[in-house]
């Protein structure tokens, strides 16, 4: 296979790393309208996280693919700079996007987090106070019936 070859294939999968890194966008913006929903369900957040987890695997193995055609094909470019000029300024600029991409991608994930930390120990307070409540009702119940209650004792300590 020619370098040129080589170089479209780069060429397409920075492209296509940049159409997953754009669905992954669309999954945090889901996944921060869920995390802001007070009626959000475990199953909800759950395919949402696993709907990301796949496309990250798919960055994964572009990016080892891209890594591995680069190693092939590193010298030829550095020797041949002049002749593959405009692809690899094509290159460049993908990578440069990419990059950007990953970068705001990072701050979502960051802003995200946070939204989740707290929504998190908002369900772990509500959590407590249900068996705080359950607690008392449980106390009440048991006083109303008398279960706890003991009849007044005498003991007599003569021989």
């Given amino acids: 296979m020619s370098e040129e070859n080589y170089l479209n294939i780069l060429e397409q999968s920075l492209k296509k790393k940049l159409g997953v890194l754009n669905q992954i966008r669309v999954k945090n913006e889901q996944q921060r309208v869920l995390l802001s929903d007070p009626e959000l369900t475990p199953e909800d957040f759950e395919e949402n996280i696993n709907s990301k987890a ?4 798919e960055l994964n ?7 591995e055609i680069y190693a092939r ?3 030829q470019l550095d020797a041949g700079k002049e002749k593959y000029h405009e692809q690899i300024k094509r290159l460049q600029e993908l990578i ?3 990059t950007a ?7 979502e994930e960051q802003r995200n987090y946070k939204l989740a930390q707290s929504k998190f120990e908002s369900i772990k307070k509500q959590v407590r106070e249900v068996k705080a409540s359950h ?9 109303m019936t008398k279960t706890n209650y ?4 005498f003991l007599d300590n003569k021989n």
């Fill in 54 to 57: 796949a496309l990250v695997d």
């Fill in 61 to 67: 193995l572009l990016d080892e693919g891209f890594e």
């Fill in 73 to 75: 094909i590193r010298e």
């Fill in 96 to 98: 440069r996007q990419v």
């Fill in 101 to 107: 991409e990953g970068s705001s991608i990072q701050a």
């Fill in 135 to 143: 607690k008392a009702v449980s106390q009440y119940y048991r006083n």
């Fill in 150 to 153: 003991i009849d007044a004792q």
